[in-house]
């Protein structure tokens, strides 16, 4: 999973330059994944720190090419609730989709800003077995990587998982 990071951290500072990954970090990262109905809702709250010496407005999000193919909706808000500018930024290779906010004031060096981003995944559970009979319990099956997708450094991730039943396979 690190080298897979690292990785993407390298294919992404070639797309959009080098200082772009040395700025933020993810400081803390509290992720919830709401299964409890046909859609796959992710609300991810950040804190992003620039860790670096120059100025930015810009912070990306990163989504996994399985999981950016069923992207139904996305929105962005900073810690004062301002609902924030976030629209697609294409990049070469197919592993991830990237996705540009525009923060509502420059982060100076030191500074850090409290996001929230709420990601709403379509047909992502699947019935599992495909086909039952009228007996049977029917039962879904979700596949998501517990970790944060990020190109930026994420120092701790808290993750939890909201389901619809406590009847867990």
Request: charged share 20%.
């Amino acid at each position: 999973a690190m080298r897979r990071l690292l990785f993407l951290s390298l294919c992404l500072s070639l797309c959009l330059g080098v200082e772009f990954y040395s700025q933020l970090q993810n400081t803390k990262v509290e992720r919830k994944v709401d299964l409890t109905s046909q859609l796959a809702r992710h609300t991810i709250s950040t804190t992003v720190e620039n860790v670096g010496t120059q100025r930015t407005d810009v912070y990306y999000v990163s989504v996994e090419m399985e999981s950016a193919v069923h992207l139904a909706f996305a929105r962005v808000y900073d810690g004062e609730q301002n609902l924030l500018k976030f629209t697609y930024h294409p990049t070469p290779g197919n592993d991830y989709k990237l996705y540009r906010v525009d923060l509502s004031s420059a982060l100076l060096p030191g500074e850090s800003v409290k996001l929230k981003i709420e990601l709403v995944f379509s047909h992502r559970m699947k019935p599992f077995p495909e086909e039952i009979t009228q007996s049977e319990r029917h039962l879904v099956r979700y596949t998501d990587n517990h970790h944060f997708f990020s190109p930026y450094p994420t120092e701790s991730v808290r993750t939890r998982i909201i389901l619809s039943s406590a009847s867990v396979q």
